[in-house]
């Protein structure tokens, strides 16, 4: 399953996003499933996942600005970032997670640039 990203764009410091996930194809169920981010230079990082049954775990370094949310085992998947700062900017994707671990093909992405 390939994913596609959506909702990224250039933002001030202290500015919101929200971001979207849908998939290329129909699913018929979707389990754990996290938003990921790359900037430029470093290692694709996991910043917020959440379970099918709504359960949320996030990167220390965005817990209380960003949300992770879908409906149910549903997508689309979601993420509000709020407050964003300049090291939130990177290239931001979606998949579904499981055992820990990326299993879907990447999409895209999209940008977000956070920046005065």
């Known amino acids: 399953v390939q994913f596609v990203e959506s909702g990224g764009g250039l933002v001030e410091p202290g500015g919101s996003l929200r971001l979207s996930c849908t998939a290329k194809k129909s699913i018929l169920s979707i389990y754990n499933m996290g938003w990921y981010r790359q900037a430029p230079g470093k290692q694709r990082e996991l910043v917020a996942s959440i379970t099918d049954g709504g359960t949320t775990n996030y990167a220390d370094s965005v817990k209380g600005r960003f949300t992770i949310s879908r409906d149910g085992a549903k997508i689309p998947l979601y993420l509000q970032m709020n407050n964003l700062k300049t090291e939130d900017t990177a290239a931001y994707y979606c998949?579904?997670?499981?055992?820990?671990?990326?299993?879907?093909?990447w999409g895209q992405g999209t940008q977000v640039t956070v920046s005065s």
């Open positions: 998949n579904t997670i499981y055992r820990g671990l990326p299993i879907g093909s």
